[in-house]
């Protein structure tokens, strides 16, 4: 399915599909091409920090993934709806230490017309793990 069919109103097949483009592109690490699946005025949230803009978007990204080092996700779409996805999402990360951690979430997102997402909301919790309990 080709991004241009990937707009709203989603069903479970294409809500997928936006999602597994969604999920690849993350796991780029490459902040410029993650804030591109953003609007430009996005509103935008991640823990306690809640942003406004794809640039700040962009800024923060890169500072998250110079941090977290080897850093991949998963996502799942949970429920889909028009142009809203709400999505179970999990990262596996190290810090500079060394140290492995396993993060899980829950993000909801709203997309524009052209299936941009100009709402995300996200709520993490992070745990540490050990190397050998890595799953992703």
């Known amino acids: 399915m080709e991004n241009k069919e990937l ?19 993350w796991n780029t ?9 953003y609007t430009e005025d996005v509103e935008w949230s991640d823990r306690t920090t809640f942003l406004t803009g794809r640039e700040a978007v962009q800024n923060y990204l890169a500072e998250k993934f110079a941090e977290q080092k080897d ?18 999402f ?16 829950n ?9 941009v997402i100009r709402k995300r909301f996200g709520c993490i919790s992070d745990k540490t793990i050990d190397a050998s309990a890595r799953e992703l």
């Open 7 to 25: 707009v709203p109103p989603f069903s479970a097949e294409t809500a997928a599909a936006k999602l597994q483009l969604n999920e690849n592109e």
């Open 29 to 37: 690490s490459d902040a410029a091409k993650v804030a591109l699946l």
């Open 71 to 88: 850093y991949k996700i998963r996502k799942e779409v949970w429920g889909a709806k028009e142009n809203r996805n709400a999505i179970r």
């Open 90 to 105: 999990q990262e596996e990360w190290q810090d500079a230490d060394g140290q492995w951690f396993h993060s899980y979430g």
């Open 107 to 115: 993000e909801q997102l709203e997309f524009d017309e052209q299936g």
